[in-house]
């Protein structure tokens, strides 16, 4: 379970769409030397690809409805291996949210 505002009802925790927002924009600059660099190198890649719906589907089918990372892509027209990339990414930047 992914502690996502729309699935725990806690104030506290991060939006899905403040994840999304945080997913483009580091999409839209990637971070230098970062040990997470590879988060943001991959979701412009994926963003390149798919464009920004399927990725912002993908992440609010995992965040708040619970669908595993693969099948998140039913219907997109998208990859699964995407789906996972896309998910994992999804989860860290709620992690990272959910911090400050």
Known sequence: MY????????PK???VDK?????FERAQNP?????DAHFD?????????????PVRT???RVLVEHYPFRTATTDLEM????????????????EELNEQ
């Open 41 to 53: 190198a991959a979701m412009a890649t994926a963003v390149d690809r798919y464009g920004t719906e």
């Open 13 to 15: 925790h991060a939006s």
């Open 79 to 94: 990859r699964n291996i995407d789906g996972i990339r896309i998910g994992t990414t999804a989860g860290w930047f709620l």
């Open 31 to 35: 971070r230098e030397d970062h040990q």
């Open 58 to 60: 993908v992440i609010r």
């Open 3 to 10: 502690d996502v505002r729309e699935r725990t009802g806690d």
């Open 19 to 23: 994840v999304v927002k945080l997913v």
